[in-house]
């Protein structure tokens, strides 16, 4: 069924658990598994705290750094699961098209990711990378809340 999957994390206990799931679905169906985290590029103008307190030079080795612990925590996941896994690091400021980008270049059957499963107000305000996800990518889906 799926030779391939993507598991999109961002080094969050709740991604943790989509990292699993995935492994877990890969291990079962024989398939390999793609890690990806996307960071933000570093912007002149930003209002995130991270951001302000920066150089350019600074910020990315920052990012590097944990996108290196986030890669490393996941595919640790998936060695203990015996799945073999590729590790990938992006630097997008839309991360949903990362991932399917991503997906389709790395030719993945399904992106699994995870979902902090708001719903009403709270999520059309947020705007949830997951929920872009779904409404844009033409490749299932799977998502873990």
Excluded: W
Excluded at 19 to 26: E, R, S, Y
Excluded at 36 to 63: D, G, I, N, P, Y
Excluded at 124 to 144: A, C, F, N, Q, R
């Amino acid at each position: 069924m799926y030779k391939s999957v993507l598991i999109a994390t961002d080094g969050s206990s709740l991604a943790a658990r989509a990292v699993d799931h995935g492994t877990n679905l890969a291990k079962a169906l024989g398939a390999t598994v793609v890690l990806l985290t996307v960071s933000e590029r570093f912007h002149v103008f930003a209002m995130e705290a991270e951001q302000l307190e920066e150089t350019s030079a600074s910020f990315k080795e920052h990012m590097q750094r944990q996108a290196g612990r986030t890669l490393s925590e996941a595919a640790a996941i998936a060695r203990s699961a015996g799945v073999e896994a590729t590790t990938v690091h992006l630097e997008d400021d839309a991360p949903y098209q990362a991932i399917i980008r991503t997906a389709e270049n790395q030719r993945c059957d399904v992106i699994v990711m995870a979902s902090h499963g708001r719903g009403g107000i709270s999520a059309l305000l947020l705007g949830s990378e997951t929920m872009k996800v779904l409404s844009h990518s033409k490749i299932p889906v799977l998502v873990v809340r």
